[in-house]
């Protein structure tokens, strides 16, 4: 999981997977590519679960926590370690979590030490690995939910009033040493802080609080003397936030949050300091849809949860965002996605899965990173066509080696001409100098839908044969 924020807290939802017909920018594949790893979680099923994940890049390991006494066969409790051959314990592992404790909800590397947040003994629910035990960091009544690490300060988040005798509620800072508060009281209510993220200097924060007076609910900023909301704000009896990151210079924002309750997004949204922007409608689609996890990886933001549709595309559970479309895979897993991640150039996921499209996995399978998506949606400012086919016609369509754009208008110098193919690679751009008909050449292009957007209007549909 991405440095900024970790969350933990997972709901639990019923829901049907149901695989949608393919819209128009839609492409289907078999979906088998993904291979169980290492064998994954195998001491039976009911409530067996992992819940984060963190990549050690400079030792090529991935270590993964939640609630679990197996490894492929390998006994571990809560929390383990993958070197991309064999599973590791790390010793005795969080020895409080098994029978029936609480998850290792969530770890961090920080100055180069793994600290994870879970029962490791009696009164000890927060240590470090030091590579042979863990050592003891600090008991205290509640849980920790995630971590921020900002300015060689660790932030922790969660559901506490105070640690090691500093009051703090919901979130402190640790240095590697002691404890810091960051304010002794604050204006919110509720049961926790789940993520947290500094954007354009300001601390923002997500879980599950609420204040009245001032209209927030589960999301705030620090104001310097108390939190406010956020825009709009989010809207919701059921509402949450779960994770945040910064990606190409906006919040990004996720959880279970959803436009008919009144929030700005569903689900997944991003903030530029001024404004929220849906991300073509978030997710979608079946029961209660929630985005889990957020991960930037080479370049793209990878959202997972529970939904069956991104904007406009086909996503089973998994899907990422580039600024311009959603992409998603069909694969179908039966149950939630948790964590998503990149591990020696492989896409890994975690979750309460069992089988994905139908092969068996135990909770945690991956695939090559390079894997094309199995389809995507339509490029920002392309949802709608065919609405200005009163002004511009193209003939002939479908076509082969060539088409004519003609207009009724008269006007046509200084027109934009660009055409997109169905994942927004843009195939062909030109400016139309005042010609009665434009003629462009498709003969190179290969066979299938393409998309001729005439200035800033909706675009044309386009079939090449």
Not at 69 to 75: K, L, R
Request: proline residues 4%.
């Amino acid at each position: 999981m991405h440095p900024q924020s970790r969350r933990n807290q997972l709901q639990d939802f019923q829901f049907l997977l149901v695989l949608l017909p393919c819209f128009l920018f839609c492409q289907w594949v078999s979906g088998q590519d993904f291979q169980p790893l290492g064998g994954g979680v195998t001491n039976g099923n009911g409530g067996h679960l992992i819940l984060d994940t963190e990549v050690d890049h400079i030792n090529g390991v991935l270590y993964v926590s939640g609630i679990f006494a197996e490894m492929n066969n390998i006994p571990c409790n809560c929390i383990a370690r993958w070197d991309g051959v064999q599973w590791d314990s790390l010793g005795s592992g969080a020895a409080g979590c098994l029978p029936g404790g609480p998850p290792v909800r969530s770890m961090v590397l920080y100055k180069g030490d793994l600290y994870a947040a879970g029962s490791f003994r009696t009164g000890v629910n927060f240590a470090r690995w030091n590579g042979a035990t863990w050592d003891s960091i600090a008991g205290f009544a509640g849980t920790i939910n995630g971590f921020l690490e900002h300015q060689d300060t660790l932030w922790a988040l969660g559901s506490f009033e105070q640690i090691a005798g500093v009051t703090s509620p919901f979130i402190i800072k640790y240095d590697g040493q002691n404890w810091h508060s960051f304010v002794d009281s604050h204006n919110l209510e509720g049961t926790n802080f789940a993520a947290a993220a500094f954007y354009k200097g300001e601390l923002y924060v997500g879980g599950n609080f609420w204040d009245d007076d001032l209209g927030i609910e589960d999301l705030a900023k620090w104001n310097g003397q108390e939190f406010e909301r956020v825009g709009t704000g989010i809207q919701g009896s059921l509402s949450s936030v779960g994770d945040m990151l910064i990606f190409n210079d906006r919040l990004y924002v996720s959880g279970l949050f959803s436009e008919d309750d009144g929030s700005p997004g569903n689900s997944v949204m991003a903030w530029d300091g001024s404004n929220w922007d849906n991300l073509q409608g978030g997710v979608g689609e079946k029961g209660n849809p929630t985005v889990y996890d957020l991960n930037v990886l080479d370049g793209k933001l990878y959202v997972s949860g529970v939904f069956q549709t991104a904007g406009d595309a086909n996503a089973n559970h998994i899907a990422w965002w580039d600024d311009r479309q959603w992409c998603g895979v069909n694969d179908s897993f039966g149950n939630v996605i948790t964590r998503i991640e990149k591990f020696q150039n492989e896409l890994v996921i975690t979750g309460n899965f069992t089988a994905i499209s139908g092969q068996p996995q135990n909770r945690i399978a991956s695939r090559l990173f390079s894997t094309p998506p199995d389809n995507c949606g339509s490029p920002v400012g392309l949802f709608a066509f065919n609405q200005q086919e009163d002004w511009f016609r193209i003939f002939p369509n479908p076509t082969h080696n060539q088409f004519q754009i003609s207009t009724t208008v008269g006007i046509t110098e200084g027109i934009p001409i660009t055409v997109y193919d169905v994942y927004g690679v843009v195939v062909y751009q030109k400016i139309w100098e005042g010609e009665p008909d434009f003629t462009i050449s498709s003969q190179s292009w290969a066979s299938g839908v393409y998309f001729v957007h005439i200035g800033t209007d909706e675009p044309l549909r386009l079939v090449k044969n």
